[in-house]
């Protein structure tokens, strides 16, 4: 390929990994946002780890805490239907990769910690969180939304005209 493009079969099976990354973030997103007593408060004052001193503490703010629970829930629902849409689809991949390492970083699966929030598995070094980052880098490395996507016209929009050669006289 000296193109630097990936053939159909696999920008197809990208796409469809962007879509249901997109969805999991969006549903996130708005089951946050449907629920009004939602906070990442216990999640936050479950945190072990090397960083867990600036998460506890993020979770004794009031005032912080509310304004990462607005950018927790509407941050999830706009990464999600970007992905979704195909729109702006590599700033989305890097918001996506945002968030999940922080939610890695708060309750790392490291030997050691053991938490009191239920999980449905059980991981070590590497979790669902770890995972999903990786196929955001996917996405983002592949530019899926050229592809098949928004970012596809968006990109047709902006690129520039090509330039004309001079004819000598």
């Known amino acids: 390929m000296s193109d630097n493009r990936l053939p ?5 099976a990208i796409t469809v990994l962007r879509v249901f990354v997109g969805w999991h973030f969006l549903y ?8 009004p007593a939602w906070s990442a408060v216990g ?3 479950q945190s072990r780890g090397p960083f867990s001193g600036a998460f506890r503490w993020l979770a004794g703010e009031p005032d912080l805490l509310a304004n990462a629970d607005l950018i927790t829930m509407w941050g999830l ?5 970007l992905l979704i849409l195909g729109l702006f689809t590599r700033v989305a991949s890097l918001g996506g990769i945002g968030f999940i390492l922080l939610f890695y970083l708060c309750n790392p699966p490291f030997v050691g910690y053991f938490y009191a929030i239920p999980s449905e598995g ?5 979790d669902k969180n770890l995972v999903e980052a990786a196929a955001l880098l996917v996405i983002f490395a ?3 939304g050229r592809f098949a996507g928004l970012d596809r ?3 047709g929009l902006l690129a520039r005209p090509p330039r004309l050669a001079s004819v000598p006289r």
């Open 8 to 12: 159909r079969w696999p920008m197809i």
């Open 28 to 35: 996130e997103g708005i089951a946050k946002l449907s629920a």
């Open 43 to 45: 999640y936050l004052r």
């Open 77 to 81: 629902t706009a990464v999600g239907l």
């Open 122 to 126: 059980s991981y070590l070094i590497v």
């Open 142 to 144: 592949t530019g899926s």
């Open 153 to 155: 016209l968006v990109h």
